[in-house]
């Protein structure tokens, strides 16, 4: 019977939880190249907030082995990469750090060996692009010595219901066999079972469409917020009494960042374009949620202005840093647009934000980050909640508020205590 020895690339939200979840079966190696990643890791940190401590010492102790030091994936049979896909400055696909994983890889392959890719990407990516680089470096031949599959990663950081054990994991392969052969193996650690693609390139637009499907009813969500904002409706109201309705699909207006659906589409996007097709709708869409901290901006200032307050030099609190609620995930945050617009007026901003690290924030933004609200401790003409962490909801936030001040709600989740929201 074939023994595993699963090597997995890139050991952040996506790689070390399946690093762990393999580890339960199989001797398994997980690579990286940050060296302080890996340091906290083998001492049962997680800064991610993924996987407890408990459980990763557990997994040291029996069958997972970290390192900085790529060497560690020789011997492996069956590589997974989980490396992150970008977009550079012009929002343009960055595959770069896929080109390296595969490069890495290439130099261990031996003959039979197996590598899965769970990177999103568009359509094509891992047979016209990584399969290349990994014949290349290998010296060995596609299909014969060497065999490929796409499962595509589903980790929703924060989400503890979803975590990858027991969600339905898309699988393919290569060959029919070799299809069979992976789905088998994700099979064996999984609980949510897999749903086996009928090919590689199914797998890939499967995978992207998902995060551009929820882009493009989030950008609706977010025009018609502006539209009940200018026709003076609460927005909020509008889609409860909508939600009422069987089949109304419950997305709410708000900030659209992190690495998954702030920069999926624009994968889509760039390989319709490379066929000499424009997908306007997925354009307008990334178009409207890229530009919806600017927007947050501007209502914050105009409604200053209707009060009659002075905005050069107004003290204002933005509360919630990351992408999304009650983690610590910062990639791609738009409440950085919100920051950097509103810094235009001359105001004196705070932000706070107990899930994020001060020093990550430091050198990933340039901003400074206050993580203890007991440093907060002066009254603010505004308060901005950017992020629906959880400990927001038993803060005395209103008891920070000058008499008369605005407190701004974007996320809908405070309507008790805020006077305005998106």
């Keep these: 019977m074939k023994t595993y020895q699963i090597g997995l690339i890139g050991l952040g939200y996506v790689g070390f939880p399946l690093a762990c979840l393999f580890a339960k079966k199989y001797p398994t190696r997980g690579y990286d190249p940050k060296k302080e990643r890996v340091e906290a890791l083998l001492k049962g940190v997680d800064h991610t907030g993924e996987i407890p401590t408990e459980v990763i010492q557990e997994r040291l102790s029996t069958h997972l082995q970290c390192s900085s030091d790529p060497d560690i994936l020789e011997g492996c049979n ?13 929002q343009q696909p960055d595959l770069r ?3 390296i994983a595969s490069q890495t890889v290439g130099k ?6 197996i590598v899965i890719y769970e990177s999103t990407v568009y359509p ?7 399969v290349p680089i990994l014949a290349k470096a290998s010296g060995l031949k596609y299909n014969e010595s060497f065999f490929v599959g796409y499962s595509p990663e589903r980790i929703n950081p924060g989400d503890k219901a979803h975590t990858v054990e027991n969600i339905c994991k898309i699988t393919s392969g290569s060959t029919p066999v070799i299809a069979q052969e992976i789905d088998w193996l994700y099979n064996t650690v999984l609980e949510g079972g ?19 499907q929820r882009d493009v009813n989030i950008a609706f969500m977010n025009e018609i917020a502006k539209i009940f904002n200018i026709l003076e409706i609460d927005t909020q109201a509008v889609l409860a009494a909508a939600g009422s309705k069987w089949n109304f699909l419950p997305f709410r207006p708000g900030l659209v960042g992190g690495h998954c659906i702030g920069v999926d589409p624009y994968y889509l996007i760039q390989k319709a374009k490379l066929h000499g097709l424009s997908p306007r709708l997925m354009m307008e869409s990334r178009k409207i949620n890229d530009g919806m901290g600017g927007y947050i901006a501007q209502q914050v200032i105009k409604k200053m202005c209707k009060k009659g307050m002075q905005v050069k030099g107004a003290r204002i609190l933005l509360m919630g840093f990351t992408f999304k609620e009650n983690c610590p995930d910062m990639r791609n945050t738009k409440v950085i647009d919100i920051y950097h617009a509103l810094q235009e007026y001359s105001v004196e901003q705070t932000l706070y934000d107990p899930w994020v690290n001060s020093q990550e924030a430091k050198q990933a933004y340039e901003v400074q980050i206050e993580t203890d609200f007991s440093q907060i401790k002066r009254k603010y003409q505004v ?12 803060l005395p936030i209103q008891e920070l508020l000058s008499e008369g001040g605005i407190l701004y709600d974007v996320k809908g989740h405070f309507r008790d205590i805020a006077t305005d929201s998106l």
């Design 194 to 212: 897999t749903y086996p693609a009928g090919s590689i390139k199914i797998a890939e637009a499967a995978k992207v469409i998902e995060n551009a």
């Design 124 to 130: 094509g990516v891992t047979e016209e692009v990584c």
């Design 97 to 99: 750090p896929l080109e």
């Design 383 to 394: 308060i901005i909640l950017c992020v629906a962490h959880q400990q927001f909801q038993s």
């Design 78 to 90: 069956v590589y997974i990469i989980g490396v992150p896909t970008p977009i550079d400055l012009y």
């Design 108 to 113: 261990y392959l031996k003959e039979g060996a």
